[in-house]
């Protein structure tokens, strides 16, 4: 293992279906990474201001708001600058694409994504998942 045991990725899934965020905090819950949860947008808000990120995982619309996940975007591109952002929505178009992109995303996902998908993104910034453990490189 190159990296310091010591360091651990820290990953936020912000997610308000509860049955997603569930298996995406199982996907990342693993040996070499802390894992923190979101369902809504002031709780989000609150993680990423209390902690920087490695990896980012957030829906677009959260509890119903069409700009939730842009707004978690604006905010991790401040605080956690270098953290890879994962936006995801089951409402895809260019304006979202768009703005998500402008914001830092480098992934729009539609749903539903391969769990695969996700855990290769997160490998190319040495976050590991359930597919790729610690001590499985």
């Not at 820290?10 to 279906?17: A, K, M, N, Q, W």
């Amino acid at each position: 293992m190159s990296e310091s045991p010591a360091y651990k990725k820290s990953v936020l899934i912000v997610e308000d279906e509860q049955s997603i965020r569930d298996v995406l905090v199982e996907l990342f819950d693993v040996e070499g990474n802390v894992v923190s949860s979101a369902e809504l947008l002031p709780e989000a808000l609150e993680r990423l201001r209390t902690q920087r990120f490695d990896f980012v995982v957030t829906d677009l619309r959260l509890g119903g708001k069409r700009d939730g996940g842009l707004q978690v975007l604006a905010l991790a591109g401040m605080l956690s600058p270098d953290a890879m952002v994962l936006v995801l929505t089951a409402f895809p178009d260019d304006s979202n694409r768009q703005a998500s992109s402008r914001l830092g995303a480098l992934h729009f996902l539609e749903k539903p994504v391969d769990l695969a998908t996700i855990a290769q993104h997160a490998a190319t910034v040495d976050v590991r998942s359930a597919f790729a453990p610690a001590g499985r490189a």
